[in-house]
Structures are given as C-alpha cells and as structure tokens.
C-alpha cells in the first residue's frame, strides 16, 4: 500500500535549519510529483513546496522562497525540504503528498521555531 512517512522535524532557534525528509514505498516513487505542506494551529494547511517527478521543475510559496529547497532522490524513494533561516511563523506540521488516483499524505512532522 502506499506509505508516506515524514521525519526530521524538531524544535530549532530562529534563524536556525532542519532538514525534512519523507519516505515514500508502495507506489512508484519516480513517476509522481511530490509536494510539503504545512498547517500552522488555527490556520490551513498550505502549499510550501512542489517538485515534478524528475526534480527538473520546483515550485515554492512566496513565503519560503530563497529559504526552503525541495529536492528529490529516486533512487532512494524520498524528498526532501531544507529549511534555513527558519521563523516562528514557519512552526507548523509539515506534511509530504503525491496525487495518484487520490491524494495520500503523511502522518506529518513537527516543527517549532522558538528561542
């Protein structure tokens, strides 16, 4: 079945990086785009970074652009998001995706940026 298991979130400094990764099994993994999103508490869950299935074309939120990268390793099954200069409005579960016939998501990791 398709799985979708998300790692690496923690507590981190502002300014600070973590390096989110989900791995992903029972589909395959090269021929889909992947995608993060992230949900803030009391807010929705938002789009923060796409990536086609090759990792030729990525796509970001305004808000993370120039401090978040997407990348992708086939060969292993997984994305990932680098995250640098982090800000407290970045804390938020963050959430790996790919379309199939539906959507599937992850369970999500947790990030919180505080001093």
């Known amino acids: 079945q398709v799985q979708l298991v998300e790692s690496g979130g923690g507590l981190v400094q502002p300014g600070g990086s973590l390096r989110l990764s989900c791995a992903a099994s029972?589909?395959?993994?090269?021929?889909?785009?992947m995608s993060w999103y992230r949900q803030a508490p009391g807010k929705e869950r938002e789009l923060v970074a796409s990536?086609?299935?090759?990792?030729?074309?990525?796509n970001y939120a305004n808000s993370v652009k120039g401090r978040f990268t997407i990348s992708r390793d086939n060969a292993k099954n997984t994305v990932y998001l680098q995250m640098n200069s982090l800000k407290p409005e970045d804390t938020a579960v963050y959430y790996c995706?790919?379309?199939?016939?539906?959507?599937?998501w992850g369970q999500g990791t947790q990030v919180t940026v505080s001093s």
């Open positions: 995706k790919t379309s199939l016939w539906r959507d599937f």
């Open positions: 029972g589909f395959t993994f090269s021929n889909y785009a």
């Open positions: 990536i086609t299935s090759f990792g030729g074309i990525t």
